[in-house]
């Protein structure tokens, strides 16, 4: 693990305004990196041993997290995270909780990867954050439970150690273990409270998985495929179009800035491994006046491999999903879609199937990171 800024200590107390105006980040660049506890990639917090003042599943939420001063319930302030109560010593003469105690929550990654770096976000708890944080990462076959991933045979590889963190602040770490995990132990030191939980790494998939499937969405972020890079993430990250599912509001899809110029946006994707593209779906779901007017699609196999274009420049219409059959399979490790001038989609999916070439690679990457 390397050392990114880092804050220590209490933030102000709240005093009006916006309660983000003395928030402290900074920027880390894993965070280009997918989200791999993102709730729709199926992420969870599946356990905690206490959520007296705020629920376990808060950690995960997409947006930032609010503040509303004047929120209180039966227990207290009500927080936007995961709070726990304050912990005690055993009596009178020794009232402070020892070095060892602390609190867990449990979480399932959404799709099993390798961790390039983890957010520990306590934004709005400023003098009930925790001491210290750690984090561990396990691998475990299936849809382990709790009891199951507790038991004493679970080996846990800790990825951040036991480390001073901030209040109200990103508290960012980067992670060097190349292994795939499928869940993390977040522990908090002694008690206290977090906000959010950003876990930004690389999908792994299960070869096996997908050659039972066969045909599938060779780009998708469940399946292995990733965003290299992109011209324009001005209004929402390019990440956004191969998500799960289909896209349920504007800002659930890619879009970018209006173009002044006679220049034209793009994505750049890496797919699980080298495949047989079939079939192609531009979906463009809620961008009704801002969609891209066209698209054009190509390929190329390896890192030096020339891009050939499979899907010429093609109209498209707003709030719609458009497919188009190749005929003739595209064979390629990366895709690129080109829209002009701007504007926008939703979601990107390739069909097909991954080479023998491909699978063999992927196979032995899944060894490699101990799968």
């Known amino acids: 693990m390397s050392t990114l800024p880092s804050f220590t200590g209490d933030a102000s107390p709240f005093g009006g305004g916006d309660p983000y105006a003395d928030y402290r980040t900074a920027d880390f660049g894993f965070t280009q990196y997918a989200d791999l506890a993102d709730r729709r990639l199926g992420a969870g917090v599946i356990a905690a041993n206490d959520e007296f003042f705020a629920e376990r599943e808060n950690l995960l939420k997409p947006e930032a997290a609010e503040f509303d001063p004047e929120h209180f319930g039966h227990k207290g302030k009500i927080m936007d995270g995961w709070e726990t109560r304050r912990r ?9 909780p020892t070095d060892d105690d602390h609190d867990w929550a449990l979480i ?24 210290a944080v750690s984090v561990e ?17 679970v080996k846990w590889v800790t990825l951040v150690p036991r480390t001073a963190v901030g209040g109200h602040a990103a508290n960012g770490f980067a992670v060097d273990v190349e292994q795939r995990f499928t869940h993390l132990r977040l522990n908090q030191h002694p008690d206290g409270g977090v906000a959010r939980l950003r876990v930004h790494g690389e999908v792994a998939p299960d070869p096996r998985w997908l050659a039972t499937l066969g045909t599938f969405d060779l780009a998708a972020l469940e399946n292995g495929g990733q965003v290299e890079d992109a011209s324009d993430r001005f209004y929402s990250p390019a990440t956004n179009t191969i998500q799960p599912g289909r896209s349920r509001k504007m800002d659930d899809g890619w879009e970018t800035r209006r173009r002044r110029d006679k220049g034209n946006d793009w994505i750049r994707y890496q797919l699980a491994a080298q495949s047989e593209i079939r079939a192609i779906e531009i979906d463009t779901a809620y961008l009704k006046g801002n969609s891209a007017g066209w698209a054009a699609l190509s390929v190329r196999d390896g890192e030096s491999g020339e891009w050939a274009e499979v899907l010429p420049r093609t109209r498209l219409q707003p709030d719609t999903n458009h497919r188009f059959v190749l005929d003739t399979p595209a064979v390629g490790t990366h ?28 196979t032995a990457r899944h060894q490699e990171l101990g799968g």
Do not use: C, K, M
């Open 108 to 131: 399932r990654l959404g799709a099993p990867g390798v961790i390039r770096g983890i957010v520990v976000d306590t934004a709005h708890f400023r003098g009930n954050y925790p001491q």
């Open 137 to 153: 990462a396990t691998s475990v076959a299936g849809s382990p439970s709790p009891e199951e991933l507790l038991a004493p045979d």
């Open 88 to 96: 005690r010593g055993v009596s009178a003469a020794q009232p402070h």
């Open 335 to 362: 895709v690129r879609i080109d829209i002009f001038p701007d504007g926008g989609i939703s979601r990107l999916r390739l069909f097909g199937s991954l080479t023998a070439e491909g699978s063999a690679r992927l």
